[in-house]
């Protein structure tokens, strides 16, 4: 039996798990992010040694100098760029996160995105409860076709492959995608064509859907130069991790017409916008719901606790993350 700590409650299911699984669990009182200060005072409060940790949590060596008696942080994300992944292997400290189980919605959510944007639905929303609609006219609100069009994935890891595929098979689009890696299997499943650099891909795309992991790698790696690249009729899609673009290079693209649109899910300093975003029409911005479907808050739920209980049955860790 394990002490742990949940940094903010999660569905309930999960922590029913643990609980189930022997182990005593005490939930954050407040329902809202620690700060770092309250987050090192609740972990040295009492031998936690296991943490259920949110993507706005950073757990980093000052979290675990305050914690010394953690052996386990179950992430309750896929991305765990939160989490100082060399620290903790240092310490020996294991980490998991949330992979597979909000690859559909996430999927279903840059799609809704592409459409959202390419068809102008929120704007076309606010238009008519503003009760600007007064007729119908041939060139109201005009968006833009998927059909034939080329959709290019940037990260062709679960999500991007379920976007490619839904787009593909849905929409007509036609998918080119850039990795680190050509990826046989891929194209062996679907119909798709590799970019081996990431600019080929840019001046192709109609759309350009970003899939990629926050890494030092891939910090900024939409900025001005880049949009610069694109189509002005392109939209660019963001359900991954906000600091992959520069926000406030996209701000000024968005505005001169550099590029058509775009559909943001995350965003550079969240929960802050850059400045002059929210005032742009051809932007839709959503606080970082992608994968906040009831489904899947419970199955991230129960996977933060299987990995949880797994570790404490000795058992091998499922999900675990390791040093990329
Ligand atoms: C959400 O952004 C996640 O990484 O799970
Ligand atoms: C994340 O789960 C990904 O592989 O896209």
């Given at each position: ?30 329902d ?12 040295s409060s009492?031998?936690?040694e ?5 993507l ?134 679907m ?24 890494l ?26 906000g ?24 965003f550079?300093?969240?929960?802050k ?52």
């Amino acid at each position: 039996m394990a002490l742990i700590f949940v940094t903010r409650k999660i569905p309930d299911i999960g922590i029913k798990w643990m609980r189930d699984g022997g182990h005593e669990v005490v939930v954050s009182e407040k329902d809202r992010v620690l700060t770092p200060k309250e987050l090192k005072a609740e972990l040295s409060s009492r031998p936690y040694e296991g943490v259920v940790s949110l993507l706005t949590d950073t757990i980093d060596e000052k979290v675990l100098k305050a914690a010394p008696s953690v052996k386990i942080v179950s992430n309750y994300a896929v991305g765990y760029n939160n989490i100082d992944v060399e620290a903790m292997e240092d310490a020996g400290v294991v980490v998991t996160n949330t992979p597979g189980v909000l690859t559909d919605t996430v999927a279903e959510y840059a799609t809704a995105l592409i459409l959202a944007v390419a068809k102008r639905i929120p704007e076309a929303d606010k238009f008519t409860r503003a009760g600007k609609y007064k007729a119908w006219a041939p060139e109201l609100l005009l968006g833009s076709d998927l059909a034939g069009k080329k959709l290019g994935i940037v990260g062709a890891g679960r999500i991007g492959q379920g976007v490619a595929r839904r787009l593909s098979i849905g929409f007509g689009m036609d998918v080119i995608y850039y990795d680190i890696a050509k990826n046989e299997k891929l194209e062996k499943k679907m119909d798709c064509e590799y970019c081996g650099e990431l600019e080929v891909l840019l001046k192709q795309a109609d759309v350009v859907s970003l899939h990629v992991p926050l890494l030092p790698s891939t910090k900024h790696l939409i900025n001005a130069e880049r949009l610069a690249m694109m189509k002005s009729s392109a939209y660019l899609i963001n359900t991954s991790r906000g600091p992959v673009i520069d926000e406030s290079a996209l701000v000024a693209a968005l505005k001169d017409g550099t590029i058509r649109g775009a559909g943001l899910d995350v965003f550079e300093d969240e929960p802050k916008l850059a400045r002059g975003l929210k005032s742009l029409n051809n932007v839709v911005i959503t606080p970082h719901i992608a994968s906040a479907s009831e489904e899947t808050r419970d199955k991230m739920s129960q996977l933060v606790a299987f990995n949880m209980n797994e570790f404490f049955l000795g058992r091998e860790v499922p999900n675990m993350v390791f040093k990329k």
